[in-house]
């Protein structure tokens, strides 16, 4: 399997505190790949570090073979997108202006939108469900609305890796189940997706493997079954939880501990 | 806002309405005037060389008037544009950057002093090192990695620093007459320029305006905010510097020139944006030929409005622009609150 993005003991310290510490993970071609925690364990901070965002004080993140710091900003934006948790939306565009954005990284400053570019942002409109918000004033969206938008977005870009920050969140029950079936799709055989994720029952149902963090560190990685053991969430979270179902597995927090 | 959408006038359209006022303006700033001036014979005499009096009016009154009012104008209006795209604000302008008090205070320096009088060229170049010297500051106090908000904190504090500059001057000047002197050209005006004046500001007009082709993508994508900005190939820290920069030449050489001219930065942008869906790339040409739309016919209005004392057209624009910036204050907090 080919690696589209390592990185290798990345740390990032502010105001004396190791944010993220020495955290080694790796994300394949036809992956996808979920990293789960509790708040404040550094999951976006790690993110943000994959994508290029900020500079981490040691280690280093390779996107597709290639240390990200070297690679030009315009061509890691053509292989790397990234959604924010809650982005913000600063001018009335309409939903189908923002979702072209998503094509800026394949033109130069005065190219207008082919065809080709049209599909693929049809393509994204289509696959997040978003053609009845198309022509709507993209301010006025609610959160799970303005989610799938944003990730309509870095769709539409058509990256190698794409890296989602609780894409599910603000979702109702329908759009959380087809927003998982739209990351799995994605990672197809070229593609590879690592998705911060906080339902843990989705989680374990559609990703291949998992990375559990807490205060900075990869606590537990590996096939979702052993990840979210009993153990593992007790130590973590600190809550008894009640798991079951085989085919659509199920993980409900009991009590704390 | 719901108003997306409502206009449904094309691009083309569009640019053809504002080409179509901007060129009937300037014809009619060139004619309109204390007594009028036969274009069409003028401009024949002119080309033809003929010595007659319509001629010396065009080409040394009418003409320089008409043409800095265009790039004074279409530059107040573009950077407006850009600046409220940069800061994703409605309400920015193009004087936060302190470029426009920077020139105003060494150009009324340069009048104090009397300094005007040793030569014609005197007080447009201080107003530009004035504009240039305030944009080194703020490059200076914010650092290279500037926040937004660092960058507008730095421009205040040039602002502040600059109107106390010419609050001490006013303070100190020796005559009524002086203190009457330096006020006035405050106020802005374009009246008893030369052609001579128009070249002068020509070049850092023009170089802000190249700097500032081609940043409307980006300003596009800034409205996602700057972290996704650059997650899509934008260097956000670039980005400001070339705006700010861009802004502070243009701006700079048109405040050296004209004197402050406000609210054309503000109310233009604001006005022409439904008519390009909001989007901040395509409002900065539209808002160049709006602006110079607005300036010229400012300037027309100054010299039709029958006033004892000649009316400045700074006065004429913050008149009609101040209550309309109330106005987005009132509206902004209904939509906000």
């Known amino acids: ?257 | 806002m719901d108003n997306t959408g409502i206009y449904t006038v094309s691009q083309k359209q569009l640019y053809l309405v504002l080409s179509i006022a901007t060129v009937i303006l300037f014809i009619a700033s060139v004619a309109i005037g204390r007594d009028a001036l036969p274009v069409v014979t003028a401009v024949k005499d002119l080309l033809s060389g003929t010595d007659s009096v319509y001629a010396v009016i065009l080409s040394q009154i009418r003409l320089p008037r008409a043409l800095i009012a265009l790039f004074a104008g279409a530059t107040l209006g573009l950077c407006g544009a850009a600046m409220q795209g940069l800061l994703r604000n409605p309400l920015a302008s193009p004087g936060l950057v302190g470029s426009a008090s920077g020139a105003a205070l060494f150009a009324v320096t340069v009048l104090y002093f009397g300094n005007s009088l040793i030569s014609p060229y005197v007080l447009p170049i201080a107003g530009m090192t004035g504009a240039l010297l305030a944009t080194v500051l703020v490059y200076v106090l914010a650092g290279r990695d500037a926040s937004i908000t660092t960058l507008i904190l730095a421009g205040v504090a040039i602002n502040a620093l600059a109107t106390a500059g010419m609050s001490l001057l006013l303070n100190l000047a020796p005559s009524p007459f002086a203190v009457r002197e330096l006020v006035l050209w405050t106020l802005g005006d374009i009246t008893d320029r030369s052609m001579r004046d128009f070249w002068l500001m020509i070049p850092t007009t023009l170089i802000g305006w190249l700097m500032l082709a081609g940043v409307g993508g980006q300003l596009d994508a800034l409205t996602l905010g700057e972290r996704t900005a650059q997650s899509m190939g934008i260097n956000p820290g670039q980005l400001r510097w070339r705006v700010f920069i861009a802004v502070s030449l243009a701006v700079g050489a048109a405040v050296a020139t004209v004197g402050m001219i406000g609210f054309i930065g503000l109310v233009i942008p604001h006005l022409l944006r439904p008519f390009v869906s909001h989007e901040p790339g395509r409002l900065l040409p539209v808002s160049a030929l709006g602006g110079a739309c607005m300036l010229l016919a400012a300037d027309i209005g100054v010299r039709l409005i029958p006033t004892d004392t000649p009316l400045r057209v700074g006065v004429l624009t913050a008149i009609v622009g101040a209550p309309f910036f109330l106005h987005l204050i009132v509206r902004s907090r209904r939509e906000y609150l």
Not at chain 1, 9 to 14: D, H, I, L, P, Q
Not at chain 1, 75 to 82: G, K, T
Not at chain 1, 88 to 102: A, M
Not at chain 1, 215 to 225: C, Q, R
């Open chain 1, 1 to 257: 399997m080919t690696v589209l993005l390592q990185s290798s003991g990345v740390t990032y310290v502010r105001s004396n505190r190791a944010l993220v510490n020495e955290v080694s993970l790796s994300l394949c071609a036809g992956e996808l790949v979920g990293l789960v925690g509790p708040n404040g364990a550094g999951k976006s901070t790690l993110l943000n570090l994959l994508a290029g965002l900020d500079d981490c004080n040691a280690g280093s993140v390779a996107l597709d073979q290639r240390d990200i710091k070297k690679i030009p900003i315009a061509q890691r934006s053509r292989l790397l997108a990234w959604v924010a948790q809650s982005g913000p939306v600063n001018w009335p565009l309409t939903v189908e202006r923002v979702v072209s954005l998503g094509r800026r990284p394949h033109l130069s400053a005065w190219q207008r939108l082919s065809a080709e570019d049209q599909l693929a942002i049809d393509n994204a409109i289509a696959l997040t469900d978003c053609e009845n918000l198309r022509h709507q004033d993209a301010t006025t969206l609610s959160g799970g609305e303005r989610t799938r938008m944003l990730l309509a977005r870095a769709i539409a870009s058509d990256p190698k890796v794409l890296l989602a920050d609780e894409p599910i969140a603000a979702l109702d029950l329908k759009h959380q189940l087809q927003t998982m079936h739209l990351l799995r799709n994605f990672a197809s055989n070229e593609k590879g997706c690592l998705v911060v994720l906080h339902d843990l029952s989705l989680a374990s149902r559609f990703c291949d493997r998992l990375y559990l963090m807490d205060e900075g560190k990869i606590v537990s990685e590996g096939i979702p079954a052993a990840v979210l053991s009993q153990d593992n969430l007790r130590k973590v979270y600190g809550v008894e939880v009640a798991t079951g179902g085989d085919e659509i597995p199920y993980i409900v927090p009991v009590r704390e501990l």
